[in-house]
C-alpha cells in the first residue's frame, strides 16, 4: 500500500511586503532558482517615497539582477548641494569621488518609489507574481512538514492558504510577521519625528539643488525629486506623542501653516507657495532580537528601524534582500535543508545591522537631536563657514564621506560560509570581506572584476597557473547542473591571466568573498560549495 503524498509547495519563497526588500529579495531568490511569490496589502502600488538615496554598495548587489541601468537612468548620479548656514550659503559638490574600486563612485539621488516601481517591472518580466491587496494574517493552524502555511486575506475575496518552502517577513516597522513569531522589538522611540512635504517655493533657489539647512532645532533639506511638485521637503521637529504612532509610516497630514514656519524657520530664503502634499512620521530605533525563526526570516523594516541619517534604511534592507534571497534560492533547489546556509543569514545581517544603526543614531544625534549638547554643535556651524569651501574642494575627505555611507565596515569575516583554505592565499580578500571591483584581464582581454560577477550565481576565479583540470572533472560536472530546470548553472568559472599563482577565490552572490585557497584543493572547494548550496550532495 503508497502512502499518500502530502501537500506540495505553492512557491519555495513566500516574500510578504512589496516594499524595496521584499522586491528584492524576491528578485535574488528567483534569479537563483526559487519560485517566488510576493503579497502586499496595499491595493495601489504607488505610495510617496521616504527613501531618496542608494549607496554604492546597493547598487553593486542589485547589477547582476539586471536593474542598475534602469534605476540609474531615474537618478541624479553628480548631485550638488547648498548647505545654508545662516546667512552664509556654502556649495559642495557631491558628484564623482575617488573611489576607484566600485563602479558607483557617487552619491545616487532616486526616488524610492522608483526603485520599487524597477524592481517590480523586472519582477513582472520575468514571470513572478506581485499580488496587492493580499494581507498576511497569520500562519495556518495546519500544519505540514517542511512547509510554511500562510494564512493570507485578499481584498474582496476572502481567506487563503498559501504553502511556501519559506517566507520572508518584509513587512515594515509593524511587521506582522514578526509579531506573529513573538520576536522581542528592541530599542526605542527618537524625540523628534520627520516632516515630509511636496512643495512649490519662492525664493533664490536653484532649481535642480539639494539644499540643506543647519540650524540649532535641527536639519531641513529640499530635494528637487518631489513627487506633486517641484520639491521634496525632509525636515525633523519635535514630535508630538501620540499613543496610535505608526512608525517608519507617513501619518496625517500637517497643517499647511506649520510646514510654511518649518521653511521659513529653517534659513532656506523661501516661502511655500502651495503645498501638493504633507505628512509626519514617527521615528525609532529598534532592532528584531532575532531574523529568522526555522523556515521563517525577517528583512528590511521588518528586521531593523533607523533614522533618517545617512539614507541607510532602504539601502540596509535592499542589502538583507541581497543576502537573504540567494540563500533561499540555494536551499530551494538543494533537495535537501541546509540548516548552516539559511543560519547564516541572520548571523551575518543582524551584527551589520547592528553597526549601521549606531552609525545612524550617531549622526541623526547629531542632525536633529534636541540635546543641549547637539544643539551647540549646530549652532557653531555657522562661525565655521568659511572653512568649508577649502575643506568640500578636498575630494578625499568627500569619498571618504561618501564611502562610509556605503557601509565598509560590514563583514561577514565570522561566519560559517566563510573559508580560509589552507594554503592561505594572501593575494586576495579575506573570506567574508567584500570584493573590490579591480581591474583584471581574462584570456589576456581587459576587464573588471565586477564585470565578470554581474551575473547571479557563484564565482570562482582561478589564478593564471592554476592547472587546466584544477577544478577535476567530478567537480566540474556538479557545478554544470542547473539550479532548476529552466535555467543554467550558477557556478561561473573565471580564469585570470592578470593574476600569477596557482590559487583560487570563491565569490558569493552578494559580492562578499567566501572561500579562498592558495592551490586548488578540489576537496575543500567541494566542501564549501555545498555549505553554500551551489552543488547538490
Known sequence: MVAAEGPTADTDVLAVGAGPAGLATALQAHAHGATVRVVDRRTERFRPSRAMMLHARALEGLRPLGVTDALLARADTGPEARIHLGQRVVDARMGHADLPDTAFPHLTLVRQADVEDVLWRELQARGVPVDWGVEFRGLAPEETEGLVCAGLHRNGRGPELHRSRFLAGCDGQSSTVRSVLGVPWRGGPYPVEAVLADLELDGALDPGVLHAAVGRSGLAFLFALGEGATWRLLATRLAEPSPDARFGQPGPAIPPADVARLVRESGLGATVRDMRWSAKIPLQHRLAGTFGAGRIFLA??????????????????????????????????????????????????????????????LIFFFEASPHPAARLVRGLLPAVAPLLPVLLRR???????????????????????????????????????????????????????????????????????????????????????????????????????????????????????????????????????????????
Open 300 to 361: 528590511g523594516d521588518a528586521a531593523h528601524a533607523h533614522s533618517p541619517a545617512g539614507g541607510q534604511g532602504m539601502n540596509n534592507g535592499i542589502l538583507d534582500a541581497l543576502n537573504l534571497g540567494w540563500k533561499l534560492g540555494f536551499a530551494s533547489t538543494a533537495g535537501g535543508p541546509l540548516p548552516e546556509l539559511l543560519a547564516s543569514y541572520g548571523q551575518e545581517r543582524r551584527l551589520a545591522a547592528r553597526r549601521v544603526l549606531a552609525l545612524t543614531h
Open 395 to 537: 575630494r578625499r575627505l568627500t569619498s571618504l564621506g561618501i564611502r562610509l555611507l556605503a557601509q565598509p565596515f560590514v563583514r561577514y569575516r565570522h561566519s560559517a560560509l566563510s573559508l580560509d583554505a589552507a594554503p592561505r592565499n594572501g593575494r586576495w580578500p579575506r573570506p567574508g570581506d567584500r570584493l573590490p571591483d579591480a581591474p583584471a584581464s581574462l584570456e589576456g582581454r581587459p576587464v573588471r572584476l565586477h564585470g565578470l560577477t554581474a551575473a547571479p550565481g557563484v564565482h570562482l576565479f582561478l589564478e593564471r597557473d592554476a592547472g587546466p583540470d584544477a577544478l577535476g572533472t567530478d567537480l566540474a560536472k556538479e557545478m554544470a547542473a542547473p539550479a532548476a530546470a529552466e535555467r543554467g548553472p550558477l557556478v561561473h568559472v573565471h580564469r585570470l591571466t592578470s593574476h600569477p599563482g596557482r590559487g583560487i577565490v570563491a565569490v558569493r552572490p552578494d559580492g562578499y568573498v567566501g572561500f579562498r585557497c592558495g592551490e586548488v584543493d578540489p576537496g575543500q572547494l567541494r566542501a564549501w560549495l555545498r555549505l553554500a548550496g551551489a552543488v547538490r550532495d
